[in-house]
């Protein structure tokens, strides 16, 4: 609701500068209120007999005039204890605190070795997805060029590298370092021809026909996830485990 402000003004006044004996003093009060009335600037006039009558009046208009202004105000009041009230109920206690930070503790301990193995999982399919993109990458190489391209690879060294014959030099295209960023990955042995001899280094070659060499096996792994790459020398597949 609208508080409506009640704007009073008291005047005192004779009819006469000085009154003769036995007339009486009239005292007048003005009250004016700008939100009701009929005449909104004319204020009408309340004859007083005596100024005790008056006072009493007066007194009892002061206090209607503050119950309106105490009535206007209490929505505001109530509304502040009411936000105050809201913002404590709105905290956390220690005990609720406490109970949070546990459950939080319990699920990273359920979850994190979940987590960790398969972030393990997702390096190792990388890397080994790698490999047999750029095996193919070099056979394609060999064909186009009609010339040899190698593959070499050292499991000390943890990486690879391509060079291929242009312009008849050989020229280095490409070096992946197995254990940096996004694969963090080791090779862990390295298979060689039909017999799988297990050897540290290794140069594959591919002629100008597209055909592999030898065959070979890259193991790798990445904490407790494992995967490895095979090339067949007699289909001339890259198999993907």
């Known amino acids: 609701s609208t508080a409506r402000v009640i704007h009073t003004t008291?005047?005192?006044?004779?009819?006469?500068?000085?009154?003769?004996?036995?007339?009486?003093?009239?005292?007048?009060?003005?009250?004016f209120s700008r939100a009701t009335g009929p005449h909104r600037n004319q204020p009408p006039l309340y004859p007083v007999?005596?100024?005790?009558?008056?006072?009493?009046?007066?007194?009892?208009?002061?206090?209607?005039?503050?119950t309106i202004l105490n009535s206007a105000?209490?929505?505001?009041?109530?509304?502040?204890?009411?936000?105050?009230?809201?913002?404590?109920?709105?905290?956390?206690?220690?005990?609720?605190?406490?109970?949070?930070l546990l459950i939080m503790g319990i699920l990273t301990a359920v979850a994190a070795p979940r987590l960790t193995s398969q972030l393990n999982q997702h390096s190792v399919g990388s890397i080994r997805?790698?490999?047999?993109?750029?095996?193919?990458?070099?056979?394609?190489?060999?064909?186009?060029?009609?010339?040899s391209?190698?593959?070499?690879i050292d499991r000390l060294r943890n990486l690879y590298s391509i060079t291929a014959r242009r312009g008849g030099t050989a020229t280095v295209?490409?070096?992946?370092?197995?254990?940096?960023?996004?694969?963090?990955?080791?090779?862990?042995?390295?298979?060689r021809g039909s017999t799988k001899q297990s050897?540290?280094?290794?140069t594959l070659t591919i002629n100008g026909a597209g055909v592999f060499a030898e065959n070979l096996v890259i193991n790798l792994a990445s904490g407790s996830?494992?995967?490895?790459?095979?090339?067949?020398?007699?289909?001339?597949?890259?198999?993907v485990e």
């Open 129 to 147: 997805s790698l490999i047999e993109t750029d095996l193919r990458a070099a056979q394609q190489e060999a064909l186009t060029t009609s010339s």
């Open 199 to 202: 050897v540290d280094t290794m």
């Open 149 to 152: 391209v190698t593959f070499s």
């Open 173 to 191: 295209l490409k070096t992946i370092r197995i254990g940096a960023d996004p694969w963090n990955s080791q090779i862990t042995s390295l298979l």
């Open 73 to 100: 105000l209490r929505p505001t009041t109530m509304a502040r204890a009411s936000a105050r009230s809201s913002l404590a109920r709105n905290g956390l206690t220690l005990i609720e605190l406490t109970m949070v």
């Open 49 to 66: 007999e005596d100024k005790q009558t008056f006072d009493l009046w007066f007194s009892s208009m002061l206090s209607h005039c503050g």
């Open 10 to 31: 008291v005047k005192w006044r004779n009819h006469r500068p000085e009154p003769s004996q036995g007339e009486n003093t009239t005292y007048f009060f003005k009250c």
């Open 225 to 239: 996830a494992t995967g490895r790459t095979t090339v067949d020398a007699a289909t001339g597949r890259i198999l």
